[in-house]
């Protein structure tokens, strides 16, 4: 079930940065959600792992959808995601 809730949060995550304007994505089967890399001032704030021109989050069971939205809306601040 633990598995199940991560690979769910994953494609929560996909779903609210495509909703606010970024590409995300992951690997069928992978809760490591990537998308494109933000400003050092998000990466710091959420201790986003990033390489090269991309990012990653790792949808643990401590990751919540809450976690989510929050870092969806301080990816693109201007736009507000919609539910």
């Known amino acids: 079930q633990r598995v199940a809730d991560c ?6 995550a996909i779903q ?3 909703a ?4 995300a994505w992951r690997h069928r089967n992978s809760n490591t ?3 494109p890399r933000p ?4 990466l710091a704030r959420w201790q986003i792992a990033p390489s090269h021109d991309i990012a990653h ?4 069971p401590h990751v919540t959808r809450a976690m989510i ?11 507000e995601p919609s539910r």
């Open 33 to 35: 959600v990537v998308f």
């Open 7 to 12: 690979l769910a949060t994953a494609d929560y």
């Open 57 to 60: 989050l790792i949808t643990m």
């Open 16 to 18: 609210r940065f495509q």
């Open 20 to 23: 606010a304007g970024i590409h």
């Open 39 to 42: 400003g050092a001032e998000v």
């Open 69 to 79: 939205d929050a870092v969806a809306a301080s990816l693109n601040p201007s736009k």
